[in-house]
């Protein structure tokens, strides 16, 4: 499923992409000029000299309002979560809030400036989040450090994915003090004695 999405993108690229370089090398549309107008206006220009123009013009702005609505409702549900305390279910009312303040914002810049300066208010408004990413990414290294998980130090190398659960699991039922299920006692138990065997093993004669 994780290629379906650019595999897409491929057949995209390689089709619009190769009609328009096969359009401007036969000399059947400027392609070349009409790119300086912008990526819109090369794209209906592309579509004209397609059959069926109206339709994928119309396709094509189906496909945009799409993009653009997903991309709005889940930064909305982004937005909604982090002013939640990281709820998964956010209310429905603060996602609707978010949705209405980010579009208002975007109508306003696009009336105020057009939309540069809403690429340009994007930029501005993503550069200090970087400070908040290295936030995030210091704050997983410190908990991966304290992740029961990770184990201490290992002596000697675990050899699949069995010895490995049981040594972790023997660990931490050790570290939490005596365990009652019997199961797990008999796992705590034989990590231990590993453990021992690995540690005090015969010495030189």
Known sequence: MLLVPSGATVVWFCVMGGSALR??????????????????????ALLETLPLATLASWIAMALVMTYFVTSADSASLVMGSLSSRGALHPRTWLVVVWGVLMAAVAAVLLVAG???????????????????????????????????????????????????????VGEAMTEQGPVRHHRLRRVADSARERGDEGDGGPGPS
Do not use: N, Y
């Open 23 to 44: 359009l401007d090398m036969t000399g059947a549309a400027d392609m070349a000029g009409t790119v300086k107008e912008g990526a819109e206006a090369s794209l209906f």
């Open 114 to 168: 057009g939309l540069k300066s809403l690429q340009s208010a994007t930029i501005l408004v993503a550069l200090p989040f970087v400070l908040v990413m290295l936030a995030l990414c210091w704050s997983l290294l410190s908990e991966l450090r304290t992740d029961p998980g990770a184990g201490p130090a290992r002596h000697h190398a675990l050899h699949g994915l069995r010895d490995a659960l049981r040594t972790m």
